[in-house]
């Protein structure tokens, strides 16, 4: 069975840095693009970044493009998202999904199989 599950979720100090995993399952690798995305508290889930199935080119939201990097391991078959220099805007419960169309990723357009989430608090 298809399974995206999301790890790594922590409160961290302002500047500091965190690790996500998304951990999958059950199909190819190769043959989807995996997006993060992450919900803040009452606003709408959002793009962060993605990874293309083709050619391993990847997509960041302008927020946090020079910040966080998008990586895949495809012997383990597991999607990082490392988050460094974090915000308090960066607060929020982030997810990862699937989508079989290379292409940028700020939207949601087209991903499934999502995982339930994995809770990041940035908090001094």
């Known amino acids: 069975q298809v399974q995206l599950v999301e790890s790594g979720g922590d409160s961290v100090q302002p500047g500091g840095s965190l690790t996500l995993s998304c951990a999958t399952s059950?199909?190819?690798?190769?043959?989807?693009?995996i997006g993060w995305f992450r919900q803040a508290p009452g606003k709408e889930r959002e793009g962060v970044a993605c990874?293309?199935?083709?050619?391993?080119?990847?997509y960041y939201a302008d927020s946090v493009k020079g910040r966080f990097t998008i990586s895949r391991d495809k012997v383990k078959k597991i999607i990082y998202l490392q988050l460094n220099r974090v915000g308090f805007g960066d607060t929020g419960i982030y997810y990862c999904?699937?989508?079989?169309?290379?292409?940028?990723?700020?939207?949601?357009?087209?991903?499934?199989?999502w995982g339930p989430g994995t809770q990041v608090t940035v908090s001094a």
């Open positions: 059950g199909f190819g690798l190769d043959y989807w693009t």
């Open positions: 990874i293309a199935k083709s050619s391993d080119t990847t």
């Open positions: 999904a699937r989508r079989f169309h290379d292409g940028a990723c700020e939207s949601d357009e087209g991903f499934g199989s």
